[in-house]
């Protein structure tokens, strides 16, 4: 069971990166998936999740409008669209899954303390011009 993230680089402020994380040993489908990002001298915190309950989305206020996140269940593999970055993105980012299920993760949950099973190794996005 391995989830494997690339994609990320370094950029500048404004510009748009794609993160993918594939997923191995097990399928995405039904597992609640998360992206999340740990910038120097400061707690993780979620970026985006989509909930193992109804395939809804969330995000976080600070990149709301900005950042999308998907899953393409023929590749296995979930993305996170970053669009106008600001150096304040800069940061590793994670991907995580799990199935969740019985508990709904969704919302402040899926985005907070919610331990996921599944975690990828991490990708370095640096925002700077």
């Known amino acids: 069971v391995q989830l494997q993230a690339s994609g990320g680089g370094l950029v500048q402020p404004g510009g748009s990166l794609r993160l993918s994380c594939a997923a191995s040993?097990?399928?995405?489908?039904?597992?609640?998936i998360g992206w999340f990002r740990q910038a120097p001298g400061k707690e993780r915190e979620g970026v985006s999740c989509?909930?193992?309950?109804?395939?809804?989305?969330y995000y976080a206020d600070s990149v709301k409008g900005r950042f999308t996140i998907s899953v393409d269940s023929a590749k296995n593999t979930m993305y996170l669209q970053m669009n106008s970055l600001k150096p304040e993105d800069t940061a590793v980012y994670y991907c995580?899954?799990?199935?969740?299920?019985?508990?709904?993760?969704?919302?402040?949950?899926?985005?907070?303390?919610?331990?996921?099973?599944?975690w990828g190794q991490g990708t370095l996005v640096t925002v700077s011009s």
């Open positions: 040993g097990f399928t995405l489908d039904d597992y609640a």
């Open positions: 995580a899954a799990d199935r969740g299920a019985p508990v709904v993760v969704a919302g402040t949950l899926g985005l907070g303390t919610y331990e996921y099973d599944y």
């Open positions: 989509i909930s193992n309950s109804d395939g809804a989305t």
